[in-house]
């Protein structure tokens, strides 16, 4: 069956490209056949990470961004995406932190038991000021958007002159993309010169990547005890073969380009104080510049 569908995009003038596909591991896709990108459910990622494995995963991953950011005092932080179990490594010492959740991906309250910090927004109109973010991280974002260029020309505008940006995304090469129980193995994975081609076009600079955890997706308790091994092993041994990769860059502040002025209506809608995820569906009349109708 793989081997007809590679025919038939060979037939079509497609280019074939070895990508993962849920049915067919490890084998040859043709681009113009892929699946439909669909972002994970807010219900389901809060419950990956409740468990022992994303616990560790979340462990990790908050590691590598300290080392990447080690001081945030007095920027103002934002989350795109699924940011939640991350942006508390950065609130203590942040002037501001505020998590926007895409409206196909629902939005949950956060933090607990305190006033919200999280908005469903529409993934390319963030309703947040030009220039009024000094940290931008994305998580669960890239892999699942339908509209990644128009996304990350909002998280371009809104990312101040000096500001950074990190995304995390998954490891093509890695065991998380590979698995469906992992919240990595939804959307489309890359490589580290794919997502860092990705920023520079765009206009974002790469000035670092980094590959991280490297423990497989286990709920075996001698496994996940051996984390911070796995963790150490792989850096050293099979460095390309982490489960995520993170790419910082900053902003190429010479690369936008004139563009007609367009009227835009920006909406976003606070996270319910409940426990229940809330979905917003937008919808634009550009006949009549008509409103959004939720």
Avoid at 273 to 286: D, I, K, Q, S, V
Wanted: glycine share 8%.
């Amino acid at each position: 069956m793989v081997r007809l569908l590679l025919l038939l995009g060979c037939a079509e003038g497609i280019t074939p490209e070895t990508t993962w596909h849920p049915r067919f591991h490890f084998l040859p896709v043709p681009l113009g056949l892929r699946l439909r990108l669909m972002w994970m459910d807010a219900v389901d990622l809060r419950e990956f990470y409740a468990t022992t494995t994303g616990r560790m995963a979340r462990s990790v991953i908050r590691q590598n961004l300290r080392q990447m950011w080690p001081d945030v005092s007095g920027q103002n932080v934002l989350g795109v995406g699924y940011t939640t179990p991350y942006l508390g490594l950065f609130r203590p010492e942040a002037a501001r932190t505020v998590a926007a959740m895409p409206a196909r991906q629902g939005v949950l309250h956060w933090p607990p038991n305190e006033p919200g910090l999280t908005a469903l927004v529409h993934e390319s109109e963030l309703p947040f000021a030009d220039l009024s973010m000094d940290r931008i991280l994305m998580v669960h974002a890239v892999e699942s958007s339908e509209q990644l260029r128009h996304m990350l020309r909002e998280v371009w505008r809104v990312l101040s002159d000096s500001g950074r940006l990190i995304v995390v995304a998954p490891n093509r090469r890695g065991i998380w993309a590979r698995l469906e129980r992992s919240p990595f193995a939804h959307g489309q994975p890359y490589s580290p010169p794919q997502l860092s081609r990705l920023l520079r076009d765009n206009m974002f600079t790469p000035i670092r990547s980094h590959v991280g955890l490297y423990m497989p997706p286990s709920h075996a308790r001698l496994m996940l005890s051996a984390a911070p091994a796995w963790e150490q092993i792989g850096r050293r041994l099979f460095p390309a073969f982490g489960g995520v990769v993170m790419v910082e860059a900053a902003k190429e502040i010479y690369a936008g380009q004139l563009t007609e002025k367009r009227e835009m209506r920006r909406a976003f809608a606070l996270a319910p104080p409940g426990g229940g995820a809330n979905r917003l569906t937008h919808r634009r009349n550009t006949a009549n510049n008509g409103g959004e109708k939720a």
